[in-house]
């Protein structure tokens, strides 16, 4: 072993392993025999491909052909961009915003929505009347916030109108979800200024022969201090009567219950202090599925980690899988089978499939695999969970990563320089899936710490609450803190620690910076400087975001200017970086670039590099290795001054 300082060793793990053999995993389905996932691939410029793996097969199929990018923008962040049906595939398109259906490869997708101001998500496929039902963003009137419904779309021909509307009226709509007898029809639904995780409402409107509602929607659950997540109908084998599934956090727990439509009455599956729900930033999420003999295959974490049970539904008996996963999402199951993404420390992000009759599993496609290389492997540090005080008396947490490289010592005496890794949302938490990218640093001798700022989630409504009113404080206080408690500890470098983060992680990245005077420099990816302009200048879906995280805008514009780092660049005397695509609709360049001439007018150390043809968050293999070396190298020469360790 050589004998080297910490933030100077040689890794392996470089930037172009990271991008070359990635993709990212994020949906996956069931449809018939057939499994079905997303993948997005960096080296196809971010483009996301629809996958069909059959049994007794070795590999997935793709069915998306080039140049068909499977991505809706509605909400800005999308999810829920396909479903399958019967083996046909119904996806949104990224470059026109329109619907396809793909019956054949050989002949191709068919649209079968206009060509217009329409986006569409959240689809599922009502067989009894051939069409899709799903969530429509209408940006056809300029000038105006764009309208969202639940809408029908007639399959055997292109509507010109763009569906017909099934529930209008709310801010926001999602989770339509389909009786199997098609008699009824869920969904949910909330207004400004809440955001899905504070308060939403759960309906459930009866549908007559034509698909068209009945009457009037029950109201099931929900309000605005109660938040609902991913509605299910009992599947067939379910007693007679309509049930209605559907997660809550009404005891200050996302759980799981159930609601008899006939008495309206509702019961707790299986109450317990964890999280079986998760923030809905995105569409198409699940965390639990009906399987076979009457039980639900679920997922749920408990103080960040994750675990995946199955639940007797006729007892409420949980039994939890002996799994070497931390983290689930996706979940699906039918029969005895069940299908999700899982990951872990040691093991990146997979789509695994369960037999949930003999234990057994298989793993159909890992994020990468680099982790099967025991030669790469052996470079990988192991991930702590960590609790450590902050203010008022109380507990935040986080995942610390070692720095560890095997064919390197550090002198003694030595300390590691810290990356301290805040997560975006902020409404979000920190995932303890293999990532290459933490990989990346500690591979080279700088320990890194994924904070669960207050405000995150995994850790029941009171933990998330904690950021109301307080974004700009209490996360930036956690993130000092949990440096703080790493250097005391001794397994830090205080004097050579920085901060980094995307998007609202951004801000807080900015915040700290300006406002506390610990770490002494740090990265801003696509983050926040100027909370009024943010508030003036975003989507529709977080356009009032800030009146919980700060306050009522313009009202409180005193405080959003207090909050604000660009309004405080006097006060930063340490070198920054930023990263921004020319394309972001959520924070828009001008975001960073004020700052970025700010800085630059006090002489201040800044980078800043703006990528064409990218929106919030990078997808093209390029940029993803740009930002990277980029940021290692701005460290190296202003902050870590240990010489390059690339």
Not at 93 to 113: E, K, S, T
Not at 376 to 388: C, D, L, P, Q
Not at 605 to 614: A, C, K, N, T, W
Request: glycine share 10%; charged share 20%.
């Amino acid at each position: 072993m050589k004998t080297a300082p910490y933030g100077s060793w040689k890794s392996p793990i470089t930037s172009d392993l990271i991008v070359g053999q990635s993709v990212g995993l994020s949906e996956i389905r069931l449809d018939g025999h057939d499994v079905y996932w997303l993948e997005s691939r960096p080296e196809e410029a971010g483009r996301n491909v629809v996958v069909r793996h059959a049994p007794g097969t070795a590999k997935g199929e793709d069915i998306l052909p080039r140049p068909f990018n499977a991505r809706t923008r509605v909400h800005e962040y999308g999810g829920g961009s396909w479903t399958v049906a019967n083996g046909i595939l119904y996806f949104s398109n990224f470059a026109d915003q329109r619907m396809y259906r793909l019956d054949d490869a050989a002949a191709g997708p068919v649209p079968i929505a206009p060509k217009d101001a329409f986006r569409y998500a959240d689809g599922v496929v009502d067989s009894n009347r051939p069409s899709w039902i799903g969530v429509r963003e209408d940006h056809t009137i300029s000038g105006r916030e764009p309208a969202n419904a639940i809408v029908r779309v007639d399959l055997s021909a292109p509507q010109p109108d763009g569906g017909t509307v099934l529930a209008s009226g709310h801010d926001f709509y999602s989770s339509p979800r389909l009786s199997h007898d098609g008699r009824w029809l869920a969904y949910l639904a909330w207004d400004h200024p809440l955001m899905p995780w504070v308060g939403t409402t759960l309906f459930a409107v009866q549908l007559d022969a034509n698909g068209m509602p009945a009457g009037n929607p029950l109201k099931i659950a929900g309000g605005q201090k109660e938040s609902i997540f991913q509605p299910e109908w009992q599947p067939e084998w379910a007693p007679d009567g309509a049930t209605l599934f559907f997660i809550s956090d009404r005891t200050g727990w996302w759980n799981l219950y159930r609601c008899d439509l006939g008495t309206l009455g509702i019961d707790a599956v299986a109450p317990m202090e964890a999280e079986f729900g998760r923030p809905q930033w995105v569409f198409g999420m699940s965390t639990y599925a009906f399987a076979a003999a009457g039980r639900v295959v679920c997922s749920y974490s408990s103080k960040g980690l994750g675990r995946l049970a199955s639940i007797e539904l006729s007892s409420g008996r949980m039994t939890t899988f002996d799994l070497p996963y931390t983290d689930f999402q996706s979940v699906r199951a039918e029969e005895d089978r069940a299908v999700f993404r899982a990951g872990s420390a040691s093991i990146p992000a997979s789509f695994v499939l369960l037999d949930l009759a003999t234990g057994k599993t298989e793993v159909l496609k890992k994020s990468n695999a680099v982790a099967d290389d025991p030669g790469m492997a052996r470079y990988f540090t192991k991930v702590e969970s960590v609790e450590f005080p902050t203010e008022g008396n109380k507990t935040a947490y986080g995942l610390y990563y070692p720095a560890f490289n095997p064919d390197y010592n550090a002198p003694d005496g030595d300390k590691p320089p810290l990356l301290v890794k805040c997560h975006g949302g902020p409404t979000s938490a920190a995932s303890s899936t293999l990532d290459l990218l933490i990989q990346y640093w500690t591979s080279r001798g700088i320990a890194v710490l994924d904070v669960n700022y207050g405000g995150s989630t995994g850790f029941g409504r009171e933990y998330r609450e904690r950021l109301d009113g307080n974004w700009g404080i209490v996360d930036v206080d956690d993130s000092v803190n949990g440096a703080r408690f790493l250097a005391k500890a001794g397994l830090a470098d205080g004097a050579r620690s920085v901060i980094t983060g995307g998007s609202a992680g951004g801000y807080t990245t900015l915040a700290t910076l300006t406002f506390r005077d610990y770490f002494r420099g740090g990265g801003s990816h696509y983050g926040v400087s100027d909370l009024a302009m943010l508030a003036g200048d975003t989507h529709k879906f977080e356009s009032r975001y800030l009146e919980s995280l700060i306050g009522p805008y313009p009202q409180r514009a005193e405080l959003y200017r207090e909050r604000s780092p660009v309004a405080h660049a006097d006060r930063l005397f340490v070198p920054v970086i930023f990263f921004q695509g020319d394309e972001d609709m959520v924070v828009p360049p001008n975001q960073a670039e004020i700052m970025v001439e700010a800085l630059r007018r006090k002489g201040t150390p800044v980078g800043y590099l703006l990528f064409s043809g990218e929106q919030h968050g990078f997808r093209k293999a390029e940029n993803i290795k740009r930002c990277l070396d980029a940021e290692l190298y701005f460290y190296a020469v202003n902050v870590f001054r240990t010489g390059l360790a690339f």
